[in-house]
């Protein structure tokens, strides 16, 4: 049950958006075996002088096509999370022409009780989930 947030340079096309963020859902369930409608995900679009997103010394060069995924998610696998990292930057390369320099994700894990998915209740500790 990730929750997943998308920051990006404004400039995209409602239908590029689109197209990103239904990778991204394939992707997650692909890697992660999600159940189909576990589907979480937030865009906030930035103009290009409020994010700055550096290669951290690693000697490539990003452009305003940068895109920024960060997931808050229950524990997954070191191979589940390689496998997501590696399938979504294949899939928006393909799909969308987005450059893999231009792809950051970091995952944020937590535990069943941290999530409530309304009506104040911790549905995956009552059983609802």
Do not use: C
């Not at 000697?59 to 589940?80: H, I, K, N, W, Y």
């Not at 893999?100 to 104040?120: C, Q």
């Amino acid at each position: 049950m990730p929750v997943m947030r998308v920051d990006m340079i404004k400039g995209r096309s409602e239908s590029q958006i689109k197209e990103i963020l239904d990778i991204a859902y394939d992707v997650m369930l692909q890697s992660f075996g999600a159940p189909v409608g576990d589907r979480y995900q937030i865009v906030t679009q930035h103009a290009a002088n409020e994010m700055q997103v550096l290669d951290t010394g690693l000697g490539f060069t990003r452009t305003e096509d940068v895109l920024v995924f960060s997931l808050t998610t229950r524990p997954r696998t070191t191979e589940q999370k390689e496998d997501f990292y590696h399938r979504l930057m294949n899939q928006l390369q393909q799909k969308v022409g987005l450059r893999p320099e231009d792809l950051v994700i970091n995952l944020t894990t937590n535990t069943d009780e941290d999530w409530s998915f309304g009506m104040g209740k911790a549905q995956f500790l009552t059983g609802d989930l």
